[in-house]
């Protein structure tokens, strides 16, 4: 009997100590970055929406009260960002390419429930486009 109450105490201890974590370490995400500049530094990790790719209408935000996207493919060359109506949003942060064209955004709706289309040009051609529908909570 006394035995079984040993190994039972046995597998208890391997069992934790293979959930546990050496010192100094975390299961936080690394931090969300584009082109080397760190749009969040959640530890939750939130995804940047590629605009530059065919999206769904967006329903909700990305993290933290915020909506963050992706307008150009690369690094070296940026877009022009707008979006309508411009009352809906405001942007809190900018990732600039080599060009100095913008290639990512952070933004802050206006109210709650914002809708609007954003919209990314290169040249005069839209490069990147989304379109936000907020749900309330």
């Given amino acids: 009997m006394r035995l079984g109450a040993v ?10 100590s293979a959930c ?17 500049t ?3 530094d959640s530890a939750a990790g939130w995804v940047v929406n590629d605009a530059t790719r065919h999206l769904p209408t967006i329903t909700g935000y990305t993290g933290d009260g915020v909506l963050m996207f992706r307008v150009a493919r690369g690094c070296d060359q940026g877009a022009r960002v707008s ?12 990732v600039h390419a080599k060009d100095g064209g913008v290639t990512a955004v952070v933004m802050r709706p206006n109210v709650p429930n914002a809708a609007f289309r954003l919209t990314a040009t290169e040249n005069g051609k839209v490069v990147a486009s989304a379109t936000v529908h907020l749900l309330e909570p």
């Fill in 7 to 16: 190994a039972g105490a046995a597998s208890l201890t391997v069992v934790m």
């Fill in 20 to 36: 546990s974590q050496p010192p100094g370490t975390t299961t936080a995400a690394p931090p969300t970055t584009v082109c080397g």
């Fill in 38 to 40: 760190v749009l969040s």
């Fill in 83 to 94: 979006w309508t109506p411009a009352s809906a949003a405001h942007v809190i942060k900018t």
